[in-house]
């Protein structure tokens, strides 16, 4: 209140933004200028009235962009909540696009004319072609705020352009999710492209948790009592420090009753809140959005964002909009656990079948080696085998199955099978390759496979070599240059074309016979003759154990990790034993 000479009485308060009534005033003022003469001049309360009615958009900002006052109007034609605005900043709010005339306003003091065009901010409901203007608000000589006029009203043709905007919003952010996330079909590589995908751009931070390795997919709304795992974190710099405070990738996580998280989990629903002491957050975090993970109707994980001060909360709107980038996430990270588990049955079966080749005659010692291409997640139908015939003889087998998967390694074990069998019946070995190829062309589904026989026969001191389109062993001896030995080379396996053919070498001893698939010498855009002249090259230890031969042909050829590695690398070595 003034006392009579316009001065302000002691003890009473001046009017700010906690006084919706004085701030309502002062806008009134600037609007249309009342003298205290006035009837309503001195009744701050009628002046709030009739801005509470103004059928206009009208706000106010003090002199740091903080919202003190907005009227209903405002809050119609712009879709903004009072929760959201009062007491923020501009910057941190849906208005953050209107920065530039609403600064320019303070400093110029001028009005200023602003056109809406989408979203202001992350998650902006502020419908796009709305005419605002700012006008300074001067009191006592100096500008104070800036009052916010809302110029247009809402329209059905507006709102019908908000909803396209919405739509559009979505299907951008969806389609550049499908660029960046999944773009593997490893789980790990999965979660933490979605962590990445999700900050800064729509977070502050963000936890991706998957049910852990074993554990079944469960209905959603009943997995509240789950132990996850934790597959990615991710934050904008200014929250790295407090990620001490959180699980890290590779470990188990379960969370509290009561938390943003546990709901989520227990009722299989987007659950958006502030947090609260059960959640497991860093203490800048001011919203938390938790986005159940579910894929084919079955819950695999949880999706955590936080926001911090300074950015805006989320909104029911974002929670909607993230929540379909949450589902097309989920189907991406199922997709990879499937796989993943197929693929590790496929290794599991793969290495049983090769954990130890037959047993070959006391006269031939042996070593063998199996690496699946990148993680060991990977199989293909890398296989070899060792057969034990009469009078000391033994035959080797090198094959490639064509693919990879669980399929590829069965088409592998029938293979082996056929092979067992039909070497029973002591043929030469292109008589071997005729009985399997046409075993094979019989199968439709069987895929077609490359495979080389070397028959050992120390008692003649000599191998007998034929060959289905895989490439010529490597006969490595003391004091000489690895050499690659000529085979004729017939069709693969499974083609029905037969037509192989067979030579003989001498096997003398101290010679060791390597024979290998072609993950170890072929590169990608190389031709195979410089890969196998790279092998030709190498200068491979011709005496000690065999396993230590089999060390420097890998160290020397054999590709780096994944994503290097572009095959299986399967190796067998041989070599006659002297009495």
Do not use: K
């Not at 396209?164 to 952010?173: D, F, G, H, K, Q």
Request: hydrophobic share 40%; aromatic share 2%; charged share 20%.
């Amino acid at each position: 209140m003034r006392n009579r000479h316009g001065n302000r009485a002691e003890g009473t308060p001046p009017p700010d933004a906690r006084s919706p009534a004085a701030a309502a005033a002062a806008l009134a003022a600037s609007l249309d200028p009342i003298t205290d003469s006035d009837q309503v001049g001195g009744d701050p309360d009628l002046l709030r009235d009739v801005l509470a009615a103004a059928p206009v958009g009208v706000a106010l900002l003090d002199e740091h962009l903080r919202w003190r006052y907005l009227n209903s109007a405002f809050t119609a034609v712009t879709g903004l909540r009072r929760a959201d605005l009062l007491g923020r900043t501009a910057e941190t709010t849906a208005f953050a696009g209107a920065l530039d005339p609403l600064r320019r306003a303070l400093t110029d003091g001028h009005d200023h004319e602003h056109l809406t065009g989408g979203p202001e901010g992350p998650g902006s409901p502020v419908p796009p072609g709305l005419r605002v203007r700012y006008r300074p608000l001067r009191h006592a000589g100096r500008t104070t705020g800036v009052i916010v006029v809302v110029l247009d009203t809402p329209d059905p043709a507006r709102e019908q352009l908000r909803e396209l905007e919405r739509t559009r919003a979505r299907l951008a952010l969806l389609d550049a999710a499908a660029e960046r996330v999944g773009t593997t079909l490893d789980t790990a590589t999965t979660c933490a492209e979605l962590a990445a995908f999700a900050v800064p751009g729509l977070a502050d931070l963000a936890t991706v948790d998957v049910l852990p390795p074993g554990a079944e997919p469960t209905r959603p709304g009943r997995a509240g009592t789950h132990r996850l795992h934790r597959a990615a974190v991710r934050a904008v710099p200014e929250l790295e420090p407090a990620l001490a405070e959180l699980a890290r990738p590779g470990e188990s996580v379960r969370h509290r009753e009561g938390s943003a998280a546990a709901r989520s989990l227990a009722t299989g629903v987007a659950v958006l809140s502030g947090p609260g002491p059960a959640d497991a957050c860093p203490a800048d975090a001011t919203s938390l959005l938790a986005l159940p993970l579910t894929a084919r109707g079955r819950l695999i994980g949880l999706l955590t964002l936080g926001r911090a001060a300074g950015s805006p909360a989320f909104s029911p709107e974002e929670a909607d909009l993230l929540g379909d980038l949450a589902a097309r996430a989920a189907t991406g990270i199922d997709n990879a656990h499937r796989y993943t588990r197929s693929q590790g049955i496929a290794l599991e079966l793969q290495r049983a079948l090769l954990s130890e080749p037959g047993h070959p005659h006391q006269n031939l010692a042996l070593a063998s080696r199996y690496l699946p291409s990148g993680s060991s997640s990977v199989v293909g139908g890398d296989w070899y085998e060792t057969v034990r015939l009469p009078f000391g003889r033994t035959l080797l087998a090198m094959g490639d199955v064509m693919g990879h998967g669980v399929e590829a390694a069965v088409d592998m074990s029938h293979y082996r099978s056929a092979l067992r069998y039909i070497a029973g019946m002591d043929l030469p070995p292109h008589r071997i390759l005729r009985q399997l190829d046409a075993v094979i062309s019989a199968d439709d589904s069987a895929r077609p496979a490359t495979c080389l026989l070397a028959l050992a026969d120390p008692g003649r001191a000599r191998w007998t070599l034929s060959s289905a389109g895989h490439l010529p062993p490597a006969l490595i001896a003391p004091d000489r240059p690895t050499e690659l030995l000529h085979v004729p080379t017939g069709p693969p396996l499974g083609t029905g074309l037969g037509g192989y053919e067979q030579t003989t070498h001498p096997l003398d001893p101290g010679q060791t016979l390597l024979l290998y698939t072609d993950g170890l010498v072929e590169r990608r855009h190389e031709d195979i003759d410089s890969s196998l002249e790279r092998l030709a090259a190498l200068r491979l230890p011709a005496t000690g154990d065999l396993d230590d031969l089999l060390d420097a042909v890998l160290h020397s050829l054999a590709p780096p990790p994944a994503p290097a590695a572009e095959d299986d690398i399967a190796l067998l070595a041989a070599r006659p034993r002297t009495r």
